[in-house]
């Protein structure tokens, strides 16, 4: 069993139910925590553990997960927590709330168009996949 202990930065009253969210996280897939430089600490304070069960090995969540865990425990104040280069969407279907961060350094891009007939908001980290799709209005969210 390990220690759920939290980063300094992490105030214990904050609580939340956990969001049926669909994540996004950068990056190709199989690629975990590449560009977090605290991912190891925040994993060890947010990974859900059953109680008698020994840790995951290192990395064995991906960055989507532990931004929906880390959004379920403490909510938009994640984005102060994070350390590094990232880019996600969030989808909280509960609220209907989408939240979508870069890092503030601009290390990964995160792209807005308008895709479709109805023209709904489209998000994405990789400008050519909004160029693909044939979504007009490509623009890209400063940090």
Known sequence: MRSREKPAELSSRHRRPAPQAATH???????????????????????????????????ALSGAELIAHMYAKV???????????????LYESKTSRVLAARDGAGGCPLWQARGGASGSLVLSCARGLLEAAGCGEVVELMP
């Open 25 to 59: 996280s950068a990056g190709p897939p199989g690629k975990r925590f590449s560009c977090l430089s605290n991912a190891t600490a925040l994993a060890e304070a947010f990974a859900p553990l059953p109680e008698r069960q020994p840790s995951p090995p290192g990395g």
């Open 75 to 89: 909510g938009v104040e994640l984005l102060g927590l994070l350390r590094g280069a990232f880019t996600f969407v």
